[in-house]
C-alpha cells in the first residue's frame, strides 16, 4: 500500500471537470500539493457527503495552495453528472479501468452485495515532487476522513 514518503504511482485517466478531459498526475504536479480523494462510488450518501464536505472547505484547500481531485471506478459521464448534482467546483477522476485503485493497493469488495474493486475510502496528499507526503486509508467504507487532518497536512507541504 501507499504510505508517506513513497513516489506516487503516475497514472493517466478521464477527468470531469467543466469538460470532459484527461487527467496525468505528473502533469498536474504545479497544482501541488495535490490532494487525492478516493471514494467507492457516485451517488452514494457517505461519498456524497465526503465530496460534499471537500467542497465546503474547497476555499481552505485553495488558500492553502493545494488542489483537490476525488477518484472513483464511475465512469467519467456518471461523475460529470455527480459533480453537476452536488455544485463540486473540483474535478473527478475516472478510474473505470481500475489501474489507479491497483497501484495504489486500494481494492475493496461489497461482497454482500456482488460488488468487488471499488475504491477504499483513502485520501494522499503529493507533493510537487512526486512524493505521497499524507496517506490515510479506511478499511471502513462509512468512515469519512479527518478533514482537518488532511488540510494540516497540506499545509505542512505548501
Known amino acids: 500500500m501507499v504510505s508517506d514518503g513513497d513516489d ?18 505528473t502533469n498536474r504536479l504545479d497544482e501541488a500539493p495535490l ?3 478516493f471514494f467507492p462510488g457516485a451517488f452514494t450518501e457517505v461519498c ?8 465546503d472547505r474547497l476555499s481552505e484547500f485553495e488558500d492553502a495552495g493545494a ?9 467519467p459521464f456518471a ?3 455527480f459533480r453537476e448534482q452536488l455544485g463540486l467546483d473540483f474535478g473527478l ?13 486500494l481494492a475493496m469488495d461489497f461482497s454482500h452485495i456482488g460488488v468487488r474493486d471499488l475504491a477504499k475510502r483513502a ?5 510537487g515532487d512526486g512524493t505521497v507526503t499524507y496517506a490515510w486509508v479506511s478499511d471502513d467504507p462509512g468512515r ?3 478533514y482537518e487532518e488532511v488540510l494540516d497536512a497540506v499545509a505542512r507541504v505548501a
Not at 123 to 127: A, E, L, N, S, T
Open 8 to 25: 506516487a504511482p503516475a497514472f493517466t485517466a478521464p477527468l470531469a471537470d467543466d469538460r470532459l478531459g484527461e487527467f496525468t498526475l
Open 35 to 37: 490532494v487525492l480523494a
Open 48 to 55: 456524497s457527503h465526503e465530496m460534499r464536505a471537500f467542497q
Open 67 to 75: 488542489s483537490v481531485y476525488g477518484i472513483s471506478v464511475d465512469t
Open 79 to 81: 461523475l460529470s453528472e
Open 93 to 105: 477522476i475516472s478510474d473505470t479501468n481500475r489501474g489507479i485503485i491497483d497501484a495504489y493497493d
Open 123 to 127: 485520501v494522499f496528499v503529493v507533493d
Open 144 to 146: 469519512e476522513p479527518d
